[in-house]
């Protein structure tokens, strides 16, 4: 993964709770050439996970914005900074954590491990300029909405779930949860044809799905924002 990025020439860096002496031998394992990327520890800052220092600080260190960052984690604490600093979750399973626990604590995405991410690469991207408009969702697009979210689903969760929970993830069930949290549904796209969805429970990102051919075009950095 980290020589895909940097073949790609994407700027990243590697934040971690744990103290600089405790991090290092681990960052050593993995046998590439770190000169050059920023590392933010423990040491580094006030708070740890889950306030959103560590992230704050390596986008600071990457002189990013928080329209330009993706966070790629293992934890919940990961998922829940990123989305304190209104920052891109994105969880992978390999950490320890369902894929429910990710989600609710904010992953937009989720993967099996850094590989399975590797291969999905391009669906996670996000632009830095030209966010999509965001708007309240109309009862009239129930249906499409309901089929936003049925195939999104399926793309990202069905290879990882027990065969029970995706025959019960039906289009009709994705429809009637959308009845229910309408008037708590926002979305990008134009009247009659979103492009993608965000559902708020309280104060937290509930729920967020984009159309696969929306896709990197900014949608789910506009939901989040």
């Not at 050439?33 to 996970?49: G, N, Q, W």
């Not at 992230?55 to 919940?76: C, I, Q, T």
Request: with cysteine.
């Amino acid at each position: 993964m980290l020589q895909a990025l940097g073949d790609a020439e994407i700027p990243f860096a590697i934040a971690t709770s744990g103290r600089l002496q405790s991090a290092a031998p681990a960052l050593e394992t993995l046998r590439f050439d770190f000169t050059d990327i920023p590392i933010v520890t423990r040491d580094d800052v006030k708070y740890a996970k889950p306030d959103p220092d560590l992230f704050l600080r390596a986008a600071e260190r990457l002189k990013v914005g928080a329209d330009a960052v993706s966070v790629v984690g293992d934890s919940v604490w990961d998922m829940l900074a990123a989305t304190r600093a209104r920052f891109l979750g994105i969880g992978l399973l390999s950490g320890g954590y369902g894929l429910e626990e990710l989600e609710r604590s904010g992953a937009y995405r989720v993967f099996a491990d850094p590989a399975d991410m590797l291969r999905h690469l391009d669906e996670v991207g996000r632009p830095a300029v030209n966010r999509p408009d965001v708007r309240d969702a109309g009862e009239d697009e129930i249906d499409q909405l309901a089929t936003v979210w049925c195939e999104a689903w399926r793309d990202a969760h069905a290879h990882l779930m027990p065969v029970e929970l995706t025959r019960v993830r039906t289009w009709e069930s994705f429809r009637s949860r959308l009845e229910e949290a309408l008037p708590n549904i926002r979305v990008t796209g134009p009247p009659a044809d979103p492009t993608g969805f965000c559902i708020i429970k309280g104060d937290e990102l509930y729920q967020l799905f984009v159309a696969a051919h929306a896709r990197g075009s900014g949608a789910a950095v506009a939901l989040i924002g």
